[in-house]
């Protein structure tokens, strides 16, 4: 599996170009949990990294809906088996599907950026939803 089977297109490859130029690379998050991510990292194959978000990332974040969510495009600095490797940006989303936070009417959850179609459950009950967009041509 490649980056571009993940979604990888040209206008993310032009939002990556400037963080190319410091040494990091593109990756998809696939997994969140209270502590950090998985993500699927570039290189001769995918590789599957745990990653973390920096801190200024965290704390210029006005909302929960500017946070990195499963789904996402983000440019990481890569860590060895001393250091993490660490969520440097988030690059701009084309679409998400977002929901009210709960007891908060003023901001948005992500649940799933590029969303394309699918089923997904609600409190164990399944609903579908199909979401459409304009071709990429």
């Not at 006005?62 to 660490?86: H, Q, R, Y």
């Amino acid at each position: 599996m490649t980056l571009k089977e993940l979604g990888w297109n040209p206008q993310l490859e032009a939002a990556f170009e400037l963080f190319r130029a410091k040494g990091w690379v593109p990756a998809r998050l696939i997994r969140e949990t209270t502590i950090n991510y998985g993500a699927f990292i570039a290189g001769d194959e995918l590789e599957e990294v745990e990653v973390v978000l920096c801190g200024r990332a965290w704390h210029e974040a006005e909302n929960d809906a500017e946070l990195p969510a499963v789904g996402d495009w983000v440019a990481v600095e890569l860590g060895d088996e001393n250091t993490d490797s660490v969520i440097r940006e988030r690059l701009p989303r084309s679409s998400c599907f977002a929901r009210k936070m709960p007891g908060n009417a003023a901001q948005a959850k992500v649940i799933a950026p590029y969303p394309t179609r699918g089923r997904c459950a609600v409190m164990g009950r399944p609903i579908r939803y199909e979401l459409r967009f304009p071709r990429d041509e």
